[in-house]
């Protein structure tokens, strides 16, 4: 069974850096045709996409976020990371990491259970 | 606002049948992108409902059921239990602008 598990600080400063790990256990980010993926869901509303990683190292990103987001992958821990500057308050969510596959368009089969990041000074 | 119209609530009785539409445009859905369903318990991540249109991974039960036609797709749950109040959610893909994949905006499943 596929495991994914968000780590990193639950509160970040307004125009900080959140950085958030996604562990990935029971399948390898190095093999296959997953795209490994990250989705946010701000308090009390809906799901956003944020962008994928590929283990080729092929990204995806929200156009709305991506002159702020980073996304990278150790295939030797398997993990991948999210990197997203210049928070602000907008930014406070709850954050999954999710396995993405693609048929004509990406669905996720596998989530983490989410992390809560909160944007407070 | 959701690129992807949902209904905010909808409501059943035990053993009813409820839909949940998913509305969209000649982008998205309109354009052949396939749609995908996620099912919300309180407090928990999303699961895989339905995938590519009508599929249902391992373990769903064959009560759920997805369609799609023209801009707009549906998912349809039969014999209504407790344990499937919820927020839904679908999912596809949309070309406009760089391409993003987008949700709809998500509907409360209340079982009376």
Known sequence: ?121 | QSVLTQPPSVSGAPGQRVTISCTGASSNIGAGYDVHWYQQLPGTAPKLLIFDNNNRPSGVPDRISGTKSGTSASLAITGLQAEDEADYYCQSYDSSLSGVVVFGGGTKLTVL
Not at chain 1, 60 to 73: C, D, E, G, Q
């Open chain 1, 1 to 121: 069974q596929v495991q994914l598990q968000e780590s990193g600080p639950g509160q970040v400063k307004p125009s900080q850096t959140l950085s958030l790990t996604c562990t990935v256990s029971g399948d390898s980010i190095s093999i296959g045709g997953y795209y490994w993926t990250w989705i946010r869901q701000h308090p009390g509303k809906g799901l956003e996409w944020i962008g994928y990683i590929h283990h080729s190292g092929s990204t995806f990103y929200n156009p709305s976020l991506k002159s702020r987001l980073t996304t990278s992958v150790d295939t030797s821990k398997n993990q991948f990371f999210l990197r997203l500057t210049s928070v602000t308050a907008a930014d406070t969510a709850v954050y999954y990491c999710a396995r993405g596959w693609y048929s004509s368009s990406w669905y996720f089969d596998f989530w983490g259970q989410g992390t809560l990041v909160t944007v407070s000074s």
